[in-house]
Antibody
Framework: EVQLVQSGADVRKPGESLKISCKGSGYSFTNYWIGWVRQMPGKGLEWMGIIYPGDSDTRYSPAFQGQVTISADKSISTAYLQWSSLKASDTAMYYC??????????????WGQGTLVTVSS | ENVLTQSPGTLSLSPGERATLSCRANQSVSSNYLAWYQQKPGQTPRLLIYGASSRATGIPDRFSGSGSGTDFTLTISRLEPEDFAVYYCQQYGTSPWTFGQGTKVEI
């Protein structure tokens, strides 16, 4: 069974750094693109970017390029989303999701449970 | 980027009725790489439809997708109580992949 298990909720202050994780299991981690999706409180889904753990090829939405870093450690089947300096506007639920096939031209077929990030002074 | 606009914003219907949701792109969606997701309050999104018209595994046949190019439709033939949720379209043909803003189907 494919599973994506994300790290727990986190509360940080503005200006702090943060790295959240998404551990994949039940499939070949290196052969599927994984993406990150933001959902701000009461709002819709926003595509942030994707990574191919096999070679760390990464694509970002222009809206998030330079604001976050997506990475992966294939030795432990884990993808990451990190911020170097958080802002209050980063407060949101963040989902990781796996593409349905080995191509990024496929929908997100499996989703993590979400990580709630709260940034407040 | 390919901006997706969903309409209506909210659809107020009763169980047993037919729901028709629209998703319009400002550029043609490459190879009809268009998906629909359902999200219930406090839950993770769930894939319903991919490739504009193919149902994902385990999705009931009351859900159907159609369309091509820039205009796509999700139809729920007879609403069940568990279908009241927010529905999002997404294109995955041209980077950056994008989502529509969502349509809420409410009682």
């Amino acid at each position: 069974e494919v599973q994506l298990v994300q790290s727990g909720a986190d509360v940080r202050k503005p200006g702090e750094s943060l790295k959240i994780s998404c551990k994949g299991s039940g499939y070949s981690f290196t052969n599927y693109w994984i993406g990150w999706v933001r959902q701000m409180p009461g709002k819709g889904l926003e595509w942030m970017g994707i990574i191919y753990p096999g070679d760390s090829d990464t694509r970002y939405s222009p809206a998030f390029q330079g604001q976050v870093t997506i990475s992966a450690d294939k030795s432990i089947s884990t993808a990451y989303l990190q911020w170097s300096s958080l802002k209050a506007s980063d407060t949101a639920m963040y989902y990781c999701a796996r593409h349905g096939s080995g191509s990024y031209h496929s929908p997100f077929s499996h989703w993590g449970q979400g990580t709630l990030v709260t940034v407040s002074s | 980027e390919n901006v997706l606009t969903q309409s209506p914003g909210t659809l107020s219907l009763s169980p047993g009725e037919r729901a028709t949701l629209s998703c319009r792109a400002n550029q043609s969606v490459s190879s009809n790489y268009l998906a629909w997701y359902q999200q219930k309050p406090g839950q993770t999104p769930r894939l319903l439809i991919y490739g504009a018209s193919s149902r994902a595994t385990g999705i009931p046949d009351r859900f159907s997708g159609s369309g091509s190019g820039t205009d796509f439709t999700l139809t729920i033939s007879r609403l069940e109580p568990e279908d009241f949720a927010v529905y999002y379209c997404q294109q995955y043909g041209t980077s950056p992949w994008t989502f529509g803003q969502g349509t809420k189907v409410e009682i």
